[in-house]
């Protein structure tokens, strides 16, 4: 037999050459499609966090929305609480106006014979008394008088110094008192 020979390396290197091309064809269609899966994920990404960014802007608006309100209410709340304040004091003035007549009305009804009174000072429920008496018993006589009062509690002379120019046993005299508001039964 005699020897054939036969060239197979055309054909070999066409197929070589095709299958290149085929794969170079997938490999270029995959890139493709990776970059397309990925632009889409990327775009719908954008689009979720585009979305959020404005669902939280509209949270931020309700919020400051809110805040303004909580303020306005805050300003409302402290106008009513000085308004009550101011109401409670009218009230306290009103309800202690007839007291303080009564008070007044108790002191010169208290006021011992030959005794006058200089100055009236008053803090809170205590009353400070600056007088005048012709002598050291009608001073006596004045701590007395409060002491039987309904209107006077725990009378007190704090100080007493001689005053010979009203009188030659004249002194000038200091004296506290507590206020006290009777009942309406010992009022009258």
Known sequence: MADIKINLLPWREELR????????????????????IIFGGDRFYNARIDTQQARNAFIDKE??????RIDEIKLLQQKRNELLARMKVIQELQGNRPVIVRLF???????ADRVYFTSLQSKGKSITIDGVA?????????????????WFEKPNV?????????????????MEV???TPSAKEVD
Request: hydrophobic share 40%; no cysteine.
């Open 17 to 36: 050459e095709a299958r290149k091309q085929e794969f170079l064809k997938v490999l270029i269609s995959l890139v493709l499609l990776a970059a397309a």
């Open 63 to 68: 919020i400051k929305v809110l805040e303004d």
């Open 105 to 111: 009305d108790e002191l010169a009804r208290r006021l």
């Open 134 to 150: 012709e002598s050291n018993n009608r001073i006596s006589s004045q701590l007395r008088n409060f002491d039987e009062s309904n």
């Open 158 to 174: 704090t100080g007493i110094v001689a005053d010979p120019s009203n009188g030659p046993q004249a002194s000038r005299f200091k």
């Open 178 to 180: 507590q206020q006290s």
